[in-house]
C-alpha cells in the first residue's frame, strides 16, 4: 500500500503540467498507452516482490494471481454493463452494483423454489443453480429497465445535468438495497449452507476451486458474446454510434431510447450473473454490491469508458491486484487498492487503456 | 412553570432569537429588537406549555439537525457555491470526528487501556479539538483536490465517494488508531460540570443556584445553545464569503468556467480553496457530533447516514441558498425521526405480511428517503428556497427577489 501510494504521488508530480522540462517529457511518455500498459503490469509485479518480503511462497502469489483473475472475471460482468451505460448515458450510474445484489438475492430465491438436486462434480452447484442464474438474468434486466423508465427517462427527456443523473442513480441505489434488507434482513446468506467446496491440487503448488475456474469461464463466454454483439449486430453498431454521438445517430434514424432500453438489458443482465458468480464465490450480503462497486468503476475507467474489451483487461488487473494485496495488506483493503489505481488512471491517462481520446 | 422548567428555557433563548433573526426580513434596527423579544416570548412560552420530556425531545430533536445543518452547510459551499459533487461527506465528517475525539480525550490508563485503543490522547478543551477537527478535515479535503480536481464532474463523484468508503474502513480496521471495531468512548462534553451537584467551581454563586434544580440530564440544553452559536457563526461567515469577490468568483468558475479563466482567474486554486472551506465545515460538524453522542465507532459514517442523507437535506432545502440548507435539514430530520413512530404503528399489519418484516421496518424509512432525494431530482431539482441571483449588495435588487 506504501508503495503504491507513493507511486500515486509520482505520477501526480511528473503529470503536472506547471513542472518543469524533464519531469513533463516523463509525463507526456506516460501517456503513451503502451507505457502506462507497462507501469501498471511494473505495479502488480512490485506487489509479488511486496508479498514474497511479507513471506508469502512463490505457489501462494501464482494461487492469489489466479483467484484475482478468478475475481477479475466477476468484476468484469459488472464493470462491462457500466461501461455501457456510461458510455451510452454519459452518467456513471451508482446503482450498478444494486444490480449486482439483486441479481444474487433473486437468483438466490429461485433457487429455494426448485428442489435442490445433487451436486454436479467437481463443482460444487447442481442444476438449480444453472436455472437460477438463467432466470436471474431477465429479472434484473427488467429491474433495470423500470429503473431507467422511472428515473433517468423524465430527466433525458428534460436534458437534465449529469450531476442530477448521477443524484438520482444514488438515490436508486439506496432503493434497491433498502427492498432487499427488507426481504432478505441483513443476515448472511449462502447458496449452498455447509456443502464443502475442495480446491483441486494443479501443478506449481496452484489451489483453485472448480467453481472459481466455472465462474471465469462464464464471465469470459458472456464477455465474447457481447463483444460479438457489439462488432457484428445491428444494434450493435447503433449503440456504439448512439455511444459516439447521440444526436448524430438519431439523425441517421437510429431509434435511441431503444438503443439505450437495449444497454440497460444488456448491462442489467451481465451484472445479474456477476452478482450470481460473487454469492457463489463467496457468500450473499446486502452490501455486496456497494463493496464491489468501487472496483468495478475502477475497472471501467481503467479499461476506457464505453469500452467493454478495455473493461474485461481493466478488470482482470483490478482483480489481481486486489488479491495481491492480500498477502502483504490487511484484506479489508481491497477497495481501497482497486481505488488507488483507479486514481492513478484518472491522473495518468483519463481515457483509460483501451478508451477514445479526448472527450 | 417551575424553577427548573425556567431555567431550562433559559438555554434557548439566544438560540430562538438566532433562528428570529434569520427569519425577520426588514432593517437591522428594526429587526434586532423585533428578534429579542420574539425569541424571550417563545422561549418562556414553549417552557410554560411543554412538558419537560417533550421539551428534552424537542431540544435533542433539533441539536442533531443543526449538527447536520452544519454538515449541509460545509456541502453547499463545496456544491453549491462551485459545483463540486462531493459524494464522500462521510468522509470528512468521520476525520472530524475522530481527531476531534483524539485531541480532547486522554489515553486511557489502567484496566480499561486492555480495552481501548487509540493512537494518542492530548486531552485539550472542546474549542481546540474542534479546531483541530476543521484543520485536519481541510488538509484531507486539499490532499484529496490536488489530484482529483482537476477532474471532470463524474470523476470526482467516484472519487469522493471512495474517499469517504477507504476513510470508513481504515478508521474499522486500524485498531491502535481510534479503537477500531469497537467505539471510542468517553470524548467529554464541555462544560458538563454545570449540571453536576455541586456544580463548577469558577461559576458564580447566583448562576450556580440558578442551575441548582437542572441535573446532568439537562446537558443537552446546553449543548443546543454552543451548536446554535457555532451553527451562526458558521452561517454567518458563508453569507459574508459567498457574497465577497470570492464568492463571486467561485459562482463564475461554478457557471462560466472559460469565461472565469478568461479573466485571469486561476480557476483550480479557486475551485480547491471551495473544496478546502467544505471540507474544514464538514470536520468542525464532525467533531460537534462526537462530542454530542460522546461514543462514535466507524458504524456512525456509512453512506445512508452520513452522505446521503445530507445530500437530500441540501437538494431539498435549495442548493446554493444557506437557508435553505439550514431549513432542508429541520425538514428530513423530522421526515426520518416521524416516520419511526408511522413504522411502529403498522408493525401489526407488517407482521400479518411477514413475521420478519417488523424487525426490519427501519429499512423502510430507507426506502422513503431514497424516494424523497427520486422526488426532488425529477420534480424540484432547486429545492425549497432557490439561490437568489445577487451581483452586489450595493446595486438594487432587480426582477422576483
Known sequence: MSMEKSAVSEEDVSSDPSAPKPAARRGLALQNRSTFAGVLVLILVLFWVLGLLKGASAGDLLSMTIWGVMLGGIIALGAIGLTLVYGVLKFPNFAHGAFLTIGAYSAFAIMQMLPQGPALKPFSFGWEMIAAIILALPIVAVVALILDRVLFYPLRKRGASLVLFAMASLAGTFFLRSVIYLIWGSDFHFFYPGRPNPALHLPLGIRVQADQIFVFVLAIVLVGLVYLLLERSRMGKAMRATANNPDLAQVRGINTERVIAWTWVIGGALAAAGGVMYGLASQLRPEMGFFLLLPIFAAAIMGGVGSPIGALVGAIIIGIAQQLSASFLNPAYGPAVAFALMILVLVVQPQGLFGQSGK | ?401
Not at chain 2, 411477514?354 to 420534480?379: E, N, T
Request: glycine share 8%; charged share 10%.
Open chain 2, 1 to 401: 412553570m417551575d424553577h427548573a422548567q425556567l431555567a431550562r428555557a433559559s438555554f434557548i433563548v439566544i438560540p430562538l432569537i438566532l433562528l428570529a433573526l434569520l427569519i425577520i426580513p426588514g432593517r437591522r434596527a428594526v429587526r434586532l429588537p423585533l428578534a429579542i423579544i420574539a425569541g424571550v416570548v417563545v422561549a418562556f412560552g414553549l417552557g410554560a406549555m411543554m412538558a419537560t420530556g417533550n421539551f428534552t425531545y424537542m431540544i435533542s430533536f433539533s441539536t442533531m439537525a443543526m449538527i447536520y445543518a452544519i454538515l449541509s452547510l460545509g456541502l453547499n459551499s463545496q456544491w453549491g457555491l462551485s459545483g463540486h459533487v462531493n459524494f464522500g461527506v462521510a468522509g470528512f465528517f468521520a476525520v472530524g470526528a475522530f481527531t476531534s475525539a483524539l485531541v480532547t480525550t486522554t489515553m486511557p490508563t489502567g484496566a480499561l487501556a486492555a480495552y481501548s485503543q487509540q493512537a494518542f490522547g492530548l486531552g485539550q478543551p472542546f474549542l481546540v479539538g474542534v479546531l483541530a477537527a476543521g484543520i485536519v478535515s481541510a488538509i484531507v479535503g486539499y490532499l484529496v483536490s490536488i489530484p482529483v480536481l482537476r477532474l471532470r464532474t463524474d470523476f470526482l463523484a467516484i472519487a469522493t465517494l471512495g474517499i469517504a468508503e477507504i476513510i470508513r474502513l481504515i478508521f474499522q480496521n486500524e485498531r491502535w488508531l481510534a479503537n477500531g471495531p469497537q467505539p471510542l468512548r468517553g470524548i467529554p462534553q464541555p462544560l458538563g460540570c454545570l449540571f453536576d451537584d455541586p456544580a463548577c467551581s469558577w461559576l458564580p454563586a447566583p448562576v450556580a443556584a440558578f442551575l441548582q434544580p437542572l441535573g446532568p440530564r439537562d446537558y443537552i440544553f446546553f449543548y443546543f445553545l454552543l451548536v446554535a452559536i457555532i451553527l451562526a457563526v458558521i452561517y454567518v461567515a458563508l453569507e459574508r464569503i459567498s457574497r465577497s469577490p470570492w464568492g463571486r468568483v467561485q459562482r463564475a468558475v461554478r457557471d462560466e468556467e472559460n469565461s472565469a479563466a478568461m479573466s485571469g482567474k486561476p480557476v483550480t486554486f479557486f475551485r480547491i480553496q471551495s473544496f478546502v472551506v467544505g471540507s474544514f465545515i464538514m470536520g468542525v460538524g464532525g467533531a460537534i457530533y462526537a462530542h454530542y453522542v460522546v461514543s462514535i465507532d466507524y458504524s456512525h459514517f456509512n453512506p445512508l447516514f452520513a452522505t446521503f442523507i445530507v445530500w437530500v437535506m441540501l437538494m431539498l432545502g435549495g442548493s446554493g441558498n444557506n437557508k435553505g440548507a439550514i431549513l432542508g435539514p429541520f425538514v428530513v430530520w423530522a421526515v426520518w425521526t416521524g416516520t419511526q413512530s408511522v413504522v411502529d404503528l403498522m408493525a401489526p399489519v407488517l407482521s400479518l405480511i411477514s413475521p420478519d418484516l417488523p424487525s426490519r421496518s427501519a429499512y423502510f424509512r430507507w426506502m422513503l428517503v431514497a424516494i424523497l432525494l427520486a422526488a426532488i431530482v425529477l420534480y424540484r431539482p432547486e429545492g425549497i428556497i432557490r439561490e437568489r441571483k445577487r451581483v452586489s449588495d450595493f446595486m438594487k435588487r432587480t426582477g422576483k427577489d
